[in-house]
């Protein structure tokens, strides 16, 4: 019985009299993808936020790598090694794909404490850099200034910029979303690839990704989580129907 | 890069231009003059290193070209009424500039740079006035009236006075702030800044404190403001409390933008642009500071996307 | 009977609640537009310097005080409008740097002009015969009468800001605006006007203060920016938006820098022997409110009275 990599446990945030996250409670074992579905409103966005540090939670534990790293701040995370993608862009618009990646990627290749030599001449992080920018097909527009590119291009973007820092654990966060088929079948067969090796969370409305990816899945309704399980659990379970598949107009059951 | 290069080699090929045609014209105020906006023209690299490429604006940056320059003003006041001539070493003045910046930037770093936006503004904005106060409440050292500096900073025998040596000195400094803070701004300590001034909370969820990387920034254009004031008190040969006021810090943040923030070589274009604004508007009304006013009101109002947004355009950082 | 010491700290208090009080009035208008409008206003301290120019001078024209002081509140709140309306209402969504750019070129603009409608020398207020006498509080203290009614002035005003904010529609407006500008704006208030009388309301309270400081102070050029930055130390002491902070906070400045400068000598003497105190004294009593700032800053980066609104 492998530890997992990923550990919440009865995680609580309220906002006044709102319940965004009540009694989470999730385990992720290595390699997996635990996908996290609700209707929006959730609290889906709030608790990546609390796994990230941007948020933090009033009561429970996150366990990280058998580390619990609940009171830990955003960047001593990232540095343990979870990484996460944005949902609404969150790149620097001004600079070119490629450095979007590099800060990435440079990490962990000595940090920021490199003052003289200019960063794109370092070719280790360089080229782990195109690597990523590769996986998601965008090796070609690496030149070109982030904020050009088109919004599923961003999407993209932020999956490499994930990847680029060598994570453990990915918290991806509706990656899919604005992609056209055929960029959402790459990033699919992407995160199919990376199974075994990256521990992902998936945040997503795409319920055929959704089925064809996890390995698990939770359903988040008001914050609470209203069913766990395996993709033909939820499929069947009557709760999850009610709240939340029964509204979608996906019928790919 | 290689641009970059070009543009540093047309840089000191403009500068070394500079005294032949002062010799020519037999004008050796106009060196003066070229000087103290090279001078200026380094305190605001240093300005731009934390504003344009840090995004912080400081309105109390002013405070150290006032520790640059009260070295040597302090320096020269015992040497010359006490005899203590072994101050006007250069050498030790500029280490004890440097020390002193250093420390002066981590603390106000320490104080002011874990506060969030609007904070940092009023905060460098109180404790530039906190050092100016204390300036101008040092009566053995002049009070408002400041010292004058009899005793020039020497190094080696040669005292740093004449018109051409001031020149050259200055051109160099500048010349060697402004590769510095290109070489930064392009490294991947640069990225990590400029990537915390666009979005912090990016920044952070890759792995970084901006913290620790402002303060970093912050104590090198302090050290950079520092040089310049060093430099302008040798020059001037007199310093007072009115070097450190904040509406010297609101004159560099000025020389910036005019420039063309986040730029390698806005700060000098900027520079010159302001004085020479100061000069031509003074020559025309007494009250030259309406029209100065009425142009960054005009400025900040007619800007696009406002002064920042300017920025929009890849900048050439190699 | 007190004695001697206990008199001197006890007019040294009131000196300081009467500062306290100045700062108050010029800070709650100043924390009020930064915490709704998410302006830095950086020539609210011009505005101090007018109201006292304006009462100055009105009372030299016209011998009357009362009269002084009521034209530099209407006209400073002109002042405040025009500003405004004409140019900084195009900046509530821009950044700081632009505010910071724009304000400062108003500051440039508004001492010139002071300097040349009144002359670079200032101008002096000669409180009315009524005003200008002491009224014993205790026996042996006698206390300018002037300072007393203006520490009543400021409790007034800080009575007046505290029901038109807790108890009218608009303070319920403007404390939502402090914590959730499009809140407001969704209720289908006119943001417009609401953001203009909150600049106006801060230059009318500036104005005030200041035309109640011109006795005290004489009207000066470049005046306001001094008052401005310690304005700056109560608002990060205070909290962003917070007035009920904004007035602990001036409180606690005034007592600071007022006793702080009293005693400062004596202390520093007592400590370290008296040609250090002489040396050091002048220095460190100016520098006091900010030393405090900064050691606050220091432990509790968010400010002593952090929580928006109120």
Same mark, same amino acid.
């Given at each position: %019985?492998?530890?997992?990599?990923?550990?919440?446990?009865?995680?609580?945030?309220?906002?006044?009299?709102?319940?965004? /996250?009540?009694?989470?409670?999730?385990?992720?074992?290595?390699?997996?993808?635990?996908?996290?579905?609700?209707?929006?409103?959730?609290?889906?966005?709030?608790?990546?936020?609390?796994? %990230?540090?941007?948020?933090?939670?009033?009561?429970?534990?996150?366990?990280?790598?058998?580390?619990?790293?609940?009171?830990?701040?955003?960047?001593?995370?990232?540095? +343990?090694?979870?990484?996460?993608?944005?949902?609404?862009?969150?790149?620097?618009?001004?600079?070119?794909? +490629?450095?979007?990646?590099?800060?990435?990627?440079?990490?962990?290749?000595?940090?920021?404490?490199?003052?003289?030599?200019?960063?794109? /001449?370092?070719? &280790?992080?360089?080229?782990?850099?195109?690597?990523?920018?590769?996986?998601?097909?965008?090796?070609?527009?690496?030149?070109?200034?982030?904020?050009?590119?088109?919004?599923?291009?961003? &999407?993209?973007?932020?999956?490499? %910029?994930?990847?680029?820092?060598?994570?453990?654990?990915?918290?991806?966060?509706?990656?899919?979303?604005?992609?056209?088929?055929?960029?959402?079948?790459?990033?699919?067969? +992407?995160?199919?690839?990376?199974?075994?090796?990256? /521990?992902?969370?998936?945040?997503?409305?795409?319920?055929?990704?959704?089925?064809?990816?996890?390995?698990?899945?939770?359903?988040?309704?008001?914050? &609470?989580?209203?069913?766990?399980?395996?993709?033909?659990?939820?499929?069947?379970?009557?709760?999850?129907?009610?709240?939340? +598949?029964?509204?979608?107009?996906?019928?790919?059951? | 890069?290689?641009?970059?290069?070009?543009?540093?080699?047309?840089?000191?090929?403009?500068?070394?231009?500079?005294?032949?045609?002062?010799?020519?014209?037999?004008?050796?105020?106009?060196?003066?003059?070229?000087?103290?906006?090279?001078?200026?023209?380094?305190?605001?690299?240093? #300005?731009?290193?934390?504003?344009?490429?840090?995004?912080?604006?400081?309105?109390?940056?002013?405070?150290?070209?006032?520790?640059?320059?009260?070295?040597?003003?302090?320096?020269?006041? $015992?040497?010359?009424?006490?005899?203590?001539?072994?101050?006007?070493?250069?050498?030790?003045?500029?280490?004890?500039?440097?020390?002193?910046?250093?420390?002066?930037?981590?603390?106000?770093?320490?104080?002011?740079?874990?506060?969030?936006?609007?904070?940092?503004?009023?905060?460098?904005?109180?404790?530039?006035?906190?050092?100016?106060?204390?300036?101008?409440?040092? @009566?053995?050292?002049?009070?408002?009236?400041?010292? #004058?500096?009899?005793?020039?900073?020497?190094?080696?025998?040669?005292?740093?006075?004449? $018109? @051409?040596?001031?020149?050259?000195?200055?051109?160099? @400094?500048? #010349?060697?702030?402004?590769?510095?803070?290109?070489?930064?701004?392009?490294?991947?300590?640069?990225?990590?800044?400029?990537?915390?001034?666009?979005?912090?909370?990016?920044?952070?969820?890759?792995? @970084?404190?901006?913290?620790?990387?402002?303060?970093?920034?912050?104590?090198?254009?302090?050290?950079?403001?520092?040089?310049?004031?060093?430099?302008?008190?040798?020059?001037?040969?007199?310093?007072?409390?009115?070097?450190? $006021?904040?509406?010297?810090?609101?004159?560099?943040?000025?020389?910036?933008?005019?420039?063309?923030?986040?730029?390698?070589?806005?700060?000098?274009?900027?520079?010159?642009?302001?004085?020479?604004?100061?000069?031509?508007?003074?020559?025309?009304?007494?009250?030259?500071?309406?029209?100065?006013?009425?142009?960054?009101?005009?400025?900040?109002?007619?800007?696009?996307?406002?002064?920042?947004?300017?920025?929009?355009?890849?900048?050439? $950082?190699? | 009977?007190?004695?001697?010491?206990?008199?001197?700290?006890?007019?040294?208090?009131?000196?300081?609640?009467?500062?306290?009080?100045?700062?108050?009035?010029?800070?709650?208008?100043?924390?009020?537009?930064?915490?709704?409008?998410?302006?830095?206003?950086?020539?609210?301290?011009?505005?101090?310097?007018?109201?006292?120019?304006?009462?100055?001078?009105?009372?030299?024209?016209?011998?009357?005080?009362?009269?002084?002081?009521?034209?530099?509140?209407?006209?400073?709140?002109?002042?405040?409008?025009?500003?405004?309306?004409?140019?900084?209402?195009?900046?509530?969504?821009?950044?700081?740097?632009?505010?910071?750019?724009?304000?400062?070129?108003?500051?440039?603009?508004?001492?010139?002009?002071?300097?040349?409608?009144?002359? !670079?020398?200032?101008?002096?207020?000669?409180?009315?015969?009524?005003?200008?006498?002491?009224?014993?509080?205790?026996?042996?203290?006698?206390?300018?009468?002037?300072?007393?009614?203006?520490?009543?002035?400021?409790?007034?005003?800080?009575?007046?800001?505290?029901?038109?904010?807790?108890?009218?529609?608009?303070?319920?407006?403007?404390?939502?605006?402090?914590?959730?500008?499009?809140?407001?704006?969704?209720?289908?208030?006119?943001?417009?006007?609401?953001?203009?009388?909150?600049?106006?309301?801060?230059?009318?309270?500036?104005?005030?203060?200041?035309?109640?400081?011109?006795?005290?102070?004489?009207?000066?050029?470049?005046?306001?920016?001094?008052?401005?930055?310690? !304005?700056?130390?109560?608002?990060?002491?205070?909290?962003?938006?917070?007035?009920?902070?904004?007035?602990?906070?001036?409180?606690?400045?005034?007592?600071?820098?007022?006793?702080?400068?009293?005693?400062?000598?004596?202390?520093?003497?007592?400590?370290?022997?008296?040609?250090?105190?002489?040396?050091? !004294?002048?220095?460190?009593?100016?520098?006091?409110?900010?030393?405090?700032?900064?050691?606050?800053?220091?432990?509790?980066?968010?400010?002593?009275?952090?929580?928006?609104?109120?």
């Amino acid at each position: %019985m492998v530890d997992p990599i990923l550990s919440v446990e009865g995680l609580n945030k309220r906002f006044g009299g709102l319940a965004a /996250t009540d009694n989470v409670s999730l385990s992720v074992p290595p390699g997996t993808l635990h996908a996290i579905i609700g209707p929006n409103g959730a609290g889906k966005s709030t608790l990546i936020a609390q796994l %990230m540090g941007a948020l933090r939670p009033d009561s429970g534990r996150i366990v990280f790598q058998g580390e619990d790293v609940t009171a830990l701040a955003t960047p001593a995370r990232v540095r +343990l090694g979870i990484a996460r993608s944005y949902q609404v862009t969150s790149l620097c618009p001004d600079f070119s794909v +490629l450095e979007n990646v590099l800060l990435a990627s440079q990490l962990r290749d000595g940090g920021w404490l490199s003052f003289w030599r200019p960063a794109i /001449t370092y070719p &280790r992080s360089r080229s782990r850099a195109m690597e990523e920018l590769s996986k998601v097909g965008l090796a070609d527009r690496s030149d070109r200034l982030a904020g050009e590119l088109s919004h599923g291009e961003q &999407r993209q973007l932020e999956v490499a %910029m994930a990847l680029a820092s060598d994570p453990v654990l990915m918290l991806l966060d509706e990656p899919l979303a604005g992609l056209g088929r055929d960029e959402a079948d790459g990033m699919v067969s +992407l995160l199919h690839s990376l199974k075994g090796h990256v /521990t992902m969370l998936l945040i997503e409305h795409d319920m055929e990704a959704v089925f064809a990816l996890a390995d698990c899945v939770s359903v988040l309704s008001f914050g &609470r989580i209203i069913a766990s399980g395996t993709v033909n659990d939820i499929r069947k379970d009557p709760n999850v129907r009610d709240a939340y +598949l029964g509204t979608e107009g996906d019928a790919h059951a | 890069m290689r641009k970059q290069l070009v543009s540093f080699a047309i840089l000191i090929g403009l500068l070394c231009a500079v005294p032949p045609i002062a010799y020519w014209l037999d004008d050796p105020f106009l060196l003066s003059l070229a000087s103290r906006c090279l001078i200026l023209a380094s305190a605001a690299v240093a #300005t731009n290193l934390i504003m344009g490429y840090g995004g912080l604006i400081s309105l109390g940056h002013a405070v150290f070209i006032g520790i640059g320059g009260y070295v040597v003003g302090i320096a020269s006041h $015992h040497a010359f009424n006490d005899g203590m001539t072994w101050l006007s070493n250069g050498l030790l003045q500029l280490v004890a500039v440097l020390l002193l910046s250093v420390l002066v930037a981590l603390f106000v770093g320490l104080v002011s740079l874990r506060t969030k936006g609007i904070y940092f503004l009023m905060i460098t904005l109180a404790i530039g006035q906190m050092f100016y106060l204390a300036a101008v409440g040092a @009566y053995d050292y002049g009070g408002d009236d400041g010292i #004058t500096v009899f005793a020039k900073s020497r190094f080696l025998g040669q005292a740093l006075s004449g $018109h @051409y040596l001031i020149y050259w000195v200055s051109a160099a @400094y500048l #010349t060697a702030s402004m590769f510095l803070v290109a070489r930064l701004s392009s490294s991947r300590f640069g990225l990590v800044l400029r990537s915390a001034k666009v979005n912090e909370a990016r920044t952070r969820a890759m792995g @970084y404190e901006p913290f620790r990387v402002r303060l970093v920034a912050f104590t090198v254009a302090g050290v950079i403001a520092g040089g310049a004031g060093f430099l302008m008190a040798n020059h001037a040969g007199f310093v007072s409390p009115a070097m450190l $006021h904040w509406t010297r810090s609101g004159d560099l943040i000025v020389m910036v933008v005019l420039g063309g923030l986040g730029s390698v070589f806005g700060p000098l274009a900027g520079t010159v642009a302001f004085l020479a604004l100061e000069e031509v508007l003074s020559g025309i009304t007494e009250y030259w500071a309406i029209p100065v006013g009425a142009i960054l009101i005009a400025v900040a109002l007619y800007t696009p996307q406002g002064v920042m947004g300017l920025l929009s355009r890849r900048r050439n $950082h190699g | 009977m007190p004695d001697t010491a206990t008199l001197l700290f006890l007019e040294q208090s009131l000196n300081a609640l009467q500062f306290g009080m100045m700062l108050f009035m010029i800070t709650a208008g100043l924390t009020l537009v930064f915490g709704i409008m998410d302006l830095v206003n950086l020539a609210h301290g011009s505005q101090f310097m007018f109201g006292a120019f304006i009462a100055a001078w009105v009372a030299g024209e016209t011998g009357n005080f009362y009269l002084a002081v009521v034209v530099a509140i209407v006209l400073t709140m002109a002042l405040g409008f025009l500003m405004e309306v004409t140019v900084l209402r195009h900046f509530y969504k821009r950044h700081h740097l632009d505010q910071v750019l724009v304000t400062f070129g108003f500051i440039l603009i508004l001492n010139e002009v002071a300097r040349a409608l009144w002359g !670079a020398q200032g101008l002096s207020l000669a409180l009315p015969d009524a005003l200008n006498r002491s009224v014993p509080l205790l026996p042996g203290l006698d206390y300018s009468l002037y300072r007393f009614v203006f520490i009543v002035c400021g409790i007034v005003v800080s009575v007046f800001l505290y029901v038109l904010i807790v108890k009218t529609r608009i303070g319920m407006l403007i404390r939502a605006g402090a914590s959730d500008r499009d809140m407001v704006r969704g209720l289908g208030v006119n943001i417009g006007l609401l953001f203009t009388f909150v600049f106006g309301l801060g230059a009318a309270l500036a104005g005030l203060s200041g035309a109640l400081a011109a006795p005290i102070m004489s009207a000066t050029i470049g005046m306001g920016e001094p008052i401005l930055i310690i !304005a700056f130390v109560v608002i990060v002491l205070g909290g962003v938006g917070n007035v009920k902070g904004a007035f602990w906070a001036a409180l606690l400045i005034g007592f600071i820098d007022t006793l702080g400068r009293s005693y400062m000598a004596a202390i520093i003497s007592f400590l370290a022997g008296d040609s250090v105190s002489a040396a050091l !004294a002048p220095s460190l009593s100016g520098m006091l409110i900010y030393l405090l700032m900064a050691c606050v800053l220091v432990v509790r980066p968010e400010g002593l009275f952090a929580r928006r609104a109120g």
